[in-house]
Nanobody
Framework: QVQLVESGGGLVQAGGSLRLSCAAS????????MGWFRQPPGKEREFVAV????????NYADSVRGRFTISRDNAKNTVYLQMNSLKPEDTAIYYC???????????????WGQGTQVTVSS
């Protein structure tokens, strides 16, 4: 069974950067679309970014486009989220997820990590 483990979260000042990693176990990682979602305090989970199985197709939420970059290394079974120019409104628990296609809705992702906290101070 595939498991996902996020890392790289933490506390950063506004304008700073963080890189999140999501390590996957299992042999089917390279065939899966991978997404990042986040859940701000008191709000519902929302789409952040997604990448297709070979990295050829990416998509971003409007709120992060131009600041965040999703990438993957199939040899390492890892997907990354580089976050630059962070804002206080980026504060959330960030989750990676595995799906069959590069979708933007959580319901289409079937395996989730436990999440990593990102806090951006003003």
């Amino acid at each position: 069974q595939v498991q996902l483990v996020e890392s790289g979260g933490g506390l950063v000042q506004a304008g700073g950067s963080l890189r999140l990693s999501c390590a996957a176990s299992g042999r089917t990682f390279s065939m899966s679309a991978m997404g990042w979602f986040r859940q701000p305090p008191g709000k519902e989970r929302e789409f952040v970014a997604v990448i297709s199985w070979n990295g050829g197709n990416t998509n971003y939420a409007d709120s992060v486009r131009g600041r965040f970059t999703i990438s993957r290394d199939n040899a390492k079974n890892t997907v990354y989220l580089q976050m630059n120019s962070l804002k206080p409104e980026d504060t959330a628990i960030y989750y990676c997820a595995r799906g069959f296609a590069p979708a933007t809705t959580p319901d289409l992702f079937h395996t989730w990590g436990q999440g990593t906290q990102v806090t951006v101070s003003s």
